[in-house]
């Protein structure tokens, strides 16, 4: 079955730690994004990409980093943890079938990573 | 700055009442409208889009677009506690580039049926 997914579910980890937040999809979609949401707000989008070696950042201020060598693979890095990254992160995938916005069908979103930076 | 604005809500309906779900938007271009269902520690899902003014029909969802008064709602007929999540409305600007296809999300409206 296509779909989307996110590892780890759920990380802990102390202050200056580097992390790498995983995600791939089986949709062979080229648009793939990661997006920060905190309880009762917003989701804030953060980085973007439209296909293989192509990556943008988003509204949303990040100190994280995007690579996309691999259509199927968008992995987020943040270098140094703070606790101010403690936040959920989802990443989405989505396309285009054809001409026109009748075939653009919105996001499919993983399950997410619930980060906490101790 | 683009956004979109919701009801935070909570909104509270009984079992078999009709919930309402109202959002705005600012970017007069916008093309497409979306509402995504968020359980409580879980990722959205899509429930609903719609491109065109006027209504959408699925199931137990209505979609309504008035793009003229930049506003678009969720209907939720036959209301079940099943249905007590936060609904997500979330808008595709209208910008001819790449960029224009990520999603706007509003904060989101909570909603709770009680049976």
């Known amino acids: 079955e296509a779909d989307i997914y996110q590892t780890p579910r759920y990380l802990v980890i102390g202050t200056g730690k580097k992390i790498t937040l995983e995600c791939s999809q089986t949709?062979?979609?080229?648009?793939m994004y990661w997006y920060q949401q905190d309880p009762g707000m917003e989701l804030h989008l953060i980085h973007y990409?439209?296909?293989?070696?192509?990556?943008e950042k988003g509204d949303l201020s990040s100190e994280s980093t995007v690579s996309r060598i691999r259509t199927e693979h968008f992995p987020l890095t943040l270098e140094s943890a703070r606790p101010s990254h403690t936040s959920q992160y989802l990443c989405?995938?989505?396309?285009?079938?054809?001409?026109?916005?009748?075939?653009?069908?919105?996001?499919?979103f993983g399950s997410g990573t619930r980060l906490t930076v101790v | 700055q683009k956004e979109v604005e919701q009801n935070s809500g909570p909104l509270s309906v009984p079992e078999g009442a009709i919930a309402s779900l109202n959002c705005t938007y600012s970017?007069?271009?916008?093309?497409?409208f979306f509402w995504y269902r968020q359980y409580s520690g879980k990722s959205p899902e899509l429930i609903m889009f719609?491109?065109?003014?006027g209504d959408k029909e699925d199931g137990r969802f209505t979609a309504q677009l008035n793009k003229a008064s930049q506003y678009v709602s969720l209907l939720i007929r036959d209301s079940q506690p099943s249905d007590s999540a936060t609904y997500l409305c979330?808008?595709?600007?209208?910008?001819?580039?790449?960029?224009?296809?990520?999603?706007?999300f509003g904060k989101g409206t909570t909603l709770s049926v009680s049976s």
């Open positions: 990409s439209y296909g293989v070696n192509s990556t």
């Open positions: 970017d007069r271009g916008s093309q497409s």
């Open positions: 989405a995938s989505s396309e285009n079938r054809g001409q026109g916005e009748d075939n653009y069908f919105g996001y499919t």
């Open positions: 979330a808008v595709k600007s209208g910008e001819a580039n790449q960029a224009g296809t990520a999603l706007i």
């Open positions: 719609i491109y065109s003014n």
């Open positions: 949709m062979g979609h080229d648009k």
